[in-house]
């Protein structure tokens, strides 16, 4: 397996950025490279710096593409889908933390690294009907967040950024949660006021 990977990783780096949208695509849809695009993101920063938007970008709508391809897999199975692939425990708490904070369940897991349970949450977005277009903007600012701050990481320090990230994995996911948690907190704040100027609006005809 770890010759696998390492085949993947090398191939990936010569193909640059369509590498990392490739190997974002898998990982976040039928396949699992924990942490291989991490990686990658440090090494191509590391090696060329004035790209690291670029790599950004790439990396991050390769995941948010693999992440559609999963949500429309379970939004055209249903909970049915879900019930026969997970415990019904599960999928039933999975749906009440999605009625209960949104997107936000979504967004925390797509920032965090590995080993932190996503695609699950990925497959529950689906069944649970979440808006298209509001999942898919939750996923691509987490991703986006996530691969740039590990890009700033490789230009400051260089690869020795994934050493400090595996030194610093508990600090990291804090600061991240934290992140989610703000970035959460805004969205719902901006949901309910568009939601009551529109209630406001339709009640004032």
């Not at 695509?25 to 060329?48: A, G, K, R, W, Y």
Request: proline letters at 4%; hydrophobic letters at 55%.
């Amino acid at each position: 397996m770890k010759r696998l990977v390492g085949w993947i990783q090398g191939f990936a780096l010569a193909l640059g950025g369509p590498g990392l949208f490739l190997i974002g695509f898998l990982d976040s849809s039928f396949l699992s490279f924990p942490e291989v695009n991490d990686l990658l993101v440090i090494v191509m920063v590391t090696q060329h710096k004035e790209r690291l938007l670029y790599y950004n970008l790439m990396a991050t709508l390769g995941s948010v593409a693999g992440c559609l391809a999963l949500y429309y897999i379970a939004r055209r199975g249903g909970e049915a889908f879900m019930r026969k692939r997970f415990k019904a425990h599960h999928v039933e708490g999975g749906l009440k933390l999605f009625q209960k904070y949104g997107l936000l369940v979504v967004v925390v897991p797509a920032l965090l690294p590995p080993p932190a349970p996503f695609k699950i949450f990925v497959l529950l977005a689906g069944v649970a009907a979440i808006p298209v277009w509001q999942f898919t903007t939750a996923i691509f600012i987490a991703r986006f967040v996530r691969y740039g701050g590990e890009g700033l990481l490789a230009v400051f320090y260089g690869e020795r950024a994934a050493a400090f990230l595996q030194a610093h994995a508990k600090e990291a996911s804090l600061w991240l949660s934290g992140i989610a948690l703000v970035l959460g907190l805004t969205w719902v704040l901006f949901s309910r006021r568009r939601r009551n100027r529109l209630e406001g609006a339709s009640g004032g005809e």
